[in-house]
């Protein structure tokens, strides 16, 4: 079993990975699509699951996280738009990654730590809550396909 943490800090790893093969990658289509399938079923497991928790400790936070994954999808869009222009592909994903980055950590220098001294042991459940959605949101994105 892992904590809700752990297991979304795997996700911004991914994500941190995924954006960075998109730089060099010869076919963008597919990889773009990972890219938004990752960035997305992230964005609505925080949403639907870690922030309720996380807004009792500091709700502004959260409100500034909220319009952090608003300007991330809408830098997304821009992105999946610019797909064929490869200089403002370019432009597009630095932005992107540069916003991305710079959400994720901030989640986890100032929101992780004090949720895993908060939460302690109700992370596992939350862990594996998270677990069960992904499941179900990846059905979701494979039916879409
Ligand atoms: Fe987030
Ligand atoms: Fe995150």
């Known amino acids: 079993m892992m904590k809700a943490t752990e297991l979304l800090q795997e996700d911004h790893e991914k994500m941190r990975n995924l954006l960075e093969r998109l730089r060099s990658a010869r076919d963008k289509e597919e990889l773009l699509l990972k890219v938004e399938k990752e960035i997305r079923i992230h964005a609505q497991l925080e949403e639907a699951l870690f922030y309720p928790a996380v807004r009792d400790v500091d709700g502004a936070w959260v409100d500034s996280a909220l319009d952090a994954h608003q300007q991330v999808d809408e830098l997304l869009e821009d992105l999946i738009d610019a797909v064929e222009e490869e200089e403002e592909f370019e432009q597009k994903l630095n932005e992107l990654e540069e ?23 109700q992370l596992n459940e939350l862990g594996s809550q998270i677990g069960q959605m992904r499941s179900d949101l990846e059905e979701e994105w494979r039916e879409a396909a």
């Open 99 to 121: 916003h991305l980055n710079a959400h994720i950590d901030d989640e986890e220098v100032r929101i992780f730590p004090q949720m895993e001294e908060r939460l302690e042991e």
